[in-house]
């Protein structure tokens, strides 16, 4: 039997008792924190974080050093605004945060531990239930990442008031399945990598690479709980995300409605694995891991979206296809030599026939980075979608339309160039642009005539280049949109301009 010996703290004003807990001596604070002499931290206020172990992230509020962790805890407690410490068990040092780490995508250094004080249960959005639930935020300048979560400055749509501005985090208050997107564009000064990641309650479930100058976009769907939290971080290596950047979200099917999207038969989300003697891509399921698909067959009449993100290595070209019953309906190529990892997003808007249609997704050459690439294909509801391509020829700057690939209850004028939608709701919009031979491209999405979304694309002398842009917002009925070439000319794979129906505000 042995005894725990009384110890005085530094501190004159700190209270503290020393107790027997199994075959550890304790110190015990008025704040119940304890700290037993193998390691142990148990408190009610803070906790520790293991998933931010051996992880160092700059910026903090203030840093001391040779230091115990006892008193890195306590000089937290007493500081206003700290509200977690990062202590490294070998140098002592120890790092006064003013938040709680959300992001792990810091720098990998042995000897870190993470203590986070405990937030209570009050509500971190000020999101309440709603039958719409959609967001769209983007950057209308340059704005600092620094491993962190990215805070966007411009909140174009908040239905439901699940996306938090102060904080950059969406909050789930509905059950069910959600899509999101986001758009990152590397900075133009520092041309830094644009490492972002999509985290769902502090685990990343997405990644968006790229060093290219030109916007570039990915997506992700998951079915999700009732205070679930989403949010974009970056890895310590982005110090800044350029302007038009963007981040997007919607309810796509309340559990109450999960049958209809099990009838449509090819909702799936995951990453790519492998690809066929015929080039067709195989992609793992991210929420099953056991389930691989290399080709979707619809069981019914039904509108199918499909989102695909690729990423070619330097040195390497990509020629990727979305094929609908054998037939190559949308197209993106990628000039990998012409700078380092290049990331692209190409969406498809399609009908499905009874009876069952295939959709697959090809690449034609094949030199890219396949973990990267990601596809994402769901059911919309039964209502208006569009996709049209335009081979880049305009009328007064707006871009005159050259097929149909697809017309569900919308109104195209295609000598004019424009889109009506004929039903009140919240509409996706996108629009890509492909660029050749040293060119730079202005194009924009106008509503009513409105400059709502810009899109540049820059292109490197003999190489092609391509880009996607993306808007989310409510709009009225006969809402008119168009897209607009304002610098230089679409080169010769053109362009594609696709839109469906999120939710009607008519039901």
């Not at 520092?190 to 990644?207: H, I, M, P, Q, S």
């Not at 990423?311 to 296809?321: C, D, F, H, L, P």
């Not at 050459?365 to 396949?370: D, G, L, M």
Request: include cysteine.
């Amino acid at each position: 039997m042995f005894r725990c010996l009384h110890i005085q703290p530094n501190s004159p004003n700190l209270m503290v008792t020393v107790q027997r807990i199994g075959h550890f001596c304790c110190l015990i604070l008025l704040k119940n924190l304890v700290f037993c002499n193998a390691g142990l931290v148990v408190t009610s206020e803070f906790t520790h974080q293991s998933r931010f172990d051996n992880i160092y992230l700059p910026f903090p509020l203030m840093t001391t050093k040779s230091v115990s962790l006892l008193k890195c805890v306590v000089e937290c407690q007493s500081l206003p605004g700290c509200q977690s410490v990062r202590y490294h068990v070998i140098s002592r040092a120890c790092h006064l945060l003013d938040s709680c780490l959300i992001c792990n995508r810091g720098q990998s250094e042995m000897g870190w531990r993470y203590y986070c004080r405990l937030k209570d249960d009050s509500p971190i959005s000020s999101g309440t239930p709603d039958k719409h639930v959609a967001f769209q935020v983007t950057t209308t300048d340059d704005i600092p990442a620094n491993g962190g979560v990215i805070v966007f400055d411009q909140v174009n749509t908040n239905l439901g008031q699940g996306y938090n501005s102060t904080s950059g985090i969406f909050t789930i208050w509905r059950d069910g399945v959600y899509i999101f997107t986001w758009s990152m564009r590397s900075h133009p000064v520092t041309r830094k990598y644009t490492d972002t990641y999509l985290f769902v309650n502090g685990e990343a479930v997405g990644n968006l690479r790229d060093k290219s100058e030109n916007l570039v976009t990915n997506s992700a769907m998951f079915h999700l709980k009732s205070r679930d939290q989403v949010y974009i971080c970056s890895r310590y290596t982005t110090p800044y995300v350029g302007a038009m950047s963007q981040f997007s979200g919607w309810l796509q099917s309340p559990d109450f409605q999960m049958s209809y999207s099990n009838d449509c038969g090819v909702s799936f989300h995951g990453y790519a694995v492998s690809a066929n003697d015929e080039n067709v891509i195989r992609y793992q399921s991210k929420e099953n891991p056991d389930e691989r698909r290399s080709r979707l067959i619809t069981t019914s009449n039904v509108t199918i979206v499909l989102m695909s993100n690729t990423v070619v290595n330097r040195g390497g070209t990509s020629e990727m296809q979305h094929v609908i019953d054998g037939e190559n309906v949308t197209l993106s190529v990628i000039d990998g030599q012409c700078s380092d990892d290049v990331g692209v997003f190409l969406i498809t808007v399609a009908t499905a026939d009874f009876g069952g249609s295939t959709f697959e997704i090809k690449n034609r050459k094949t030199h890219f980075h396949i973990t990267s690439c990601t596809l994402t294909v769901f059911c919309t509801i039964n209502g208006p979608a569009f996709n049209i391509w335009a081979a880049g020829r305009t009328l007064n700057t707006t871009v005159i339309f050259d097929d149909i690939i697809t017309n569900n209850d919308v109104k195209i004028n295609e000598a004019f160039g424009t889109v009506s939608l004929l039903q009140r709701g919240i509409y996706f919009l996108s629009w890509t642009v492909h660029a050749y031979n040293d060119s730079v491209i202005l194009s924009s999405l106008a509503v009513d005539d409105v400059i709502i979304r810009n899109l540049t694309v820059t292109s490197p002398p003999d190489c092609h280049t391509v880009s996607t842009n993306v808007a989310l917002l409510p709009v009225q009925e006969m809402t008119t949109i168009k897209i607009k070439i304002l610098v230089g000319e679409i080169g010769k794979l053109g362009m594609y301009i696709s839109g469906f129906l999120i939710s009607s505000f008519e039901t």
